[in-house]
């Protein structure tokens, strides 16, 4: 099955890429998923180093923060999408300041390069990369220095993303599907789960809301040279916050991009500000850099510490539905399965087994979402025609609803027709129940159930 020709799906053609690309480089296991995470990671901390030269304190405590901080979000957001353009948009402005600095056009293309990649991912990222090359290229006309070059380089390295996504399309013959796509299942995704802008703005910082509050106030005190450096990182806080709020959700793994440029900016300011100056703000903003540092390595550190270590998950749900499956036929059953299930294990389980699913629907917010919406039609209307003309023999049904809920089964009244085709070609072979919660994350949360339904003898 195709990308967006095929399979119902919201993300962008960079996800796809760059998820291939680990996979044909670690492997497509649960280690290997765990090594591109680390290598997110890494390449995070590396570019953190670079941002914060020739401060190795400041580079430690913020390269640390964001990595415990990650740790601490918990096991579901690992290699999220998010994470992924926000290490690609911090591997940008540490090329683009280091191109500055040495004053080499390679970094430059190094940046346009992460800065297209990271637009494959979220389309916003254009935006952004074309504010940071203005900020410099204002910079350097400030200064009388030649910059046209630069930009060509930059502008060469950036369109190497989009182009392979274009390709990519063209590969998947899914260019059309992928259009329609923008203007049916991401506006409708995008609807969906939204949060008050109260708790958005509380929970974009919430790891860290000490730590900025005091960072805040060394802001009002001290007052820092507003340097082209420092104007870029504003920039990279002001796209995460804006990235955000935007996405309306609220989830752990949308703030990376935010987190990602706020920690070395608020690490610089405060080993900044612990040097000696002449200035009573100075001698003022000292104690609160010092007491930010010693609440950063001391507090949030180590509770984020204690968070990692105290996790754990299960896959009694992904095990149950195993032996469920092998039961009814295991291999050949591919093709002949189908989930109405998003994120619970259903998906995960027959990626494990090897098993092709009956149709690409991938995603059940897409089935149980309201009548009006024109994406929801299609893709009941589509489905429909595949489980008449050809009825997969297992289907297995999650208990809660993708982003929205509800729970307990419910999302099955909201589309009779699909409730009276169980009735009417199916039993009942199992209901499963969890009996543990899993502690994934910062709170105990019990997983979902699922039922299995066979294809009744005709």
Same mark, same amino acid.
């Given at each position: 099955?195709?990308?967006?020709?095929?399979?119902?799906?919201?993300?962008?053609?960079?996800?796809?890429?760059?998820?291939?690309?680990?996979?044909?480089?670690?492997?497509?296991?649960?280690?290997?998923?765990?090594?591109?995470?680390?290598?997110?990671?890494?390449?995070?901390?590396?570019?953190?180093?670079?941002?914060?030269?020739?401060?190795?304190?400041?580079?430690?405590?913020?390269?640390?923060?964001?990595?415990?901080?990650?740790?601490?979000?918990?096991?579901?957001?690992?290699?999220?999408r998010?994470?992924?353009?926000?290490?690609?948009?911090?591997?940008?402005?540490?090329?683009?300041?280091?191109?500055?600095?040495?004053?080499?056009?390679?970094?430059?293309t190094?940046?346009?390069?992460?800065a297209?990649?990271?637009?494959?991912?979220k389309?916003?990222?254009?935006?952004?990369?074309?504010?940071?090359?203005?900020?410099?290229a204002?910079?350097?006309?400030?200064?009388?220095?030649?910059? %046209?070059? !630069? @930009?060509?380089?930059?502008?060469?390295?950036?369109?190497?993303? /989009?182009? =392979? &996504?274009?390709?990519? *399309?063209?590969?998947?013959?899914?260019?059309?599907?992928?259009?329609?796509?923008?203007?049916?299942?991401?506006?409708?995704?995008?609807?969906?789960?939204?949060?008050?802008?109260?708790?958005?703005?509380?929970?974009?910082?919430?790891?860290?809301?000490?730590?900025?509050?005091?960072?805040?106030?060394?802001?009002?005190?001290?007052r820092?040279?507003?340097?082209?450096?420092?104007?870029?990182?504003?920039?990279?806080?002001?796209?995460?916050?804006?990235?955000?709020?935007?996405?309306?959700?609220?989830?752990?793994?949308y703030?990376?991009?935010?987190?990602?440029?706020?920690?070395?900016?608020?690490?610089?300011?405060?080993?900044? %500000?612990? !040097? @000696?100056?002449?200035?009573?703000?100075?001698?003022?903003?000292? /104690?609160? =850099? &010092?007491?930010?540092? *010693?609440?950063?390595?001391?507090?949030?550190?180590?509770?984020?510490?204690?968070?990692?270590?105290?996790?754990?998950?299960?896959?009694d749900f992904?095990?149950?539905?195993?032996?469920?499956?092998?039961?009814?036929?295991?291999?050949?059953?591919?093709?002949?399965?189908?989930?109405?299930d998003?994120?619970?294990?259903?998906?995960?389980?027959?990626?494990?087994?090897?098993?092709?699913?009956?149709t690409?629907?991938?995603?059940?917010?897409?089935?149980?979402?309201?009548?009006?919406?024109?994406?929801?039609?299609?893709?009941?209307?589509?489905?429909?025609?595949?489980?008449?003309?050809?009825?997969?023999?297992v289907?297995v049904?999650?208990?809660?609803?993708?982003?929205?809920?509800?729970?307990?089964?419910?999302?099955?009244?909201?589309?009779?027709?699909?409730?009276?085709?169980?009735?009417?070609?199916?039993?009942?072979?199992?209901?499963?129940?969890?009996?543990?919660?899993?502690?994934?994350?910062?709170?105990?949360?019990?997983?979902?159930?699922?039922?299995?339904?066979?294809?009744?003898?005709?």
């Amino acid at each position: 099955m195709a990308p967006y020709r095929d399979l119902g799906d919201m993300n962008m053609p960079g996800v796809y890429m760059i998820e291939w690309a680990a996979i044909h480089t670690y492997g497509g296991g649960a280690l290997a998923w765990r090594l591109f995470d680390f290598t997110l990671m890494a390449s995070a901390a590396v570019a953190i180093f670079v941002i914060t030269l020739p401060d190795w304190f400041a580079a430690i405590f913020a390269a640390s923060l964001f990595i415990l901080v990650h740790g601490r979000d918990g096991l579901g957001q690992g290699g999220q999408r998010d994470l992924t353009m926000a290490v690609c948009l911090l591997v940008a402005m540490a090329s683009l300041m280091l191109a500055t600095r040495k004053h080499q056009r390679w970094g430059f293309t190094l940046f346009g390069f992460f800065a297209g990649v990271a637009s494959t991912i979220k389309p916003t990222a254009v935006l952004f990369g074309a504010i940071l090359l203005f900020v410099v290229a204002a910079a350097a006309r400030r200064e009388k220095r030649k910059f %046209a070059a !630069k @930009i060509v380089f930059a502008s060469a390295g950036f369109l190497m993303g /989009p182009l =392979a &996504a274009v390709l990519f *399309l063209w590969h998947e013959r899914a260019g059309r599907a992928f259009i329609n796509g923008l203007s049916g299942i991401v506006p409708y995704y995008a609807s969906l789960g939204h949060k008050p802008l109260g708790f958005l703005l509380v929970h974009s910082i919430s790891p860290l809301i000490p730590l900025v509050m005091l960072w805040l106030l060394l802001l009002l005190l001290d007052r820092p040279k507003l340097t082209t450096e420092r104007v870029l990182l504003f920039c990279g806080v002001a796209f995460g916050l804006i990235s955000y709020i935007v996405q309306a959700r609220g989830y752990p793994y949308y703030r990376y991009p935010l987190l990602a440029f706020l920690l070395p900016l608020l690490a610089i300011d405060f080993s900044t %500000a612990l !040097k @000696i100056g002449q200035s009573w703000t100075r001698c003022a903003g000292r /104690p609160i =850099a &010092a007491l930010g540092l *010693l609440f950063g390595a001391f507090l949030i550190a180590p509770a984020s510490i204690f968070y990692i270590r105290s996790y754990e998950t299960h896959a009694d749900f992904i095990t149950s539905l195993t032996a469920t499956l092998e039961e009814l036929g295991g291999a050949r059953l591919s093709g002949d399965v189908q989930c109405i299930d998003s994120i619970s294990g259903c998906g995960t389980t027959l990626y494990r087994m090897r098993l092709v699913q009956a149709t690409g629907v991938l995603s059940d917010f897409l089935l149980f979402g309201p009548e009006t919406v024109p994406v929801v039609r299609l893709t009941r209307r589509q489905f429909l025609q595949v489980i008449h003309d050809d009825p997969p023999k297992v289907i297995v049904v999650s208990g809660w609803l993708h982003i929205d809920g509800p729970g307990g089964y419910e999302k099955l009244n909201r589309w009779p027709e699909f409730s009276e085709v169980l009735r009417a070609e199916y039993s009942l072979r199992t209901q499963w129940h969890p009996d543990r919660p899993n502690h994934w994350w910062g709170r105990r949360q019990w997983p979902d159930g699922y039922r299995v339904y066979v294809l009744r003898a005709k």
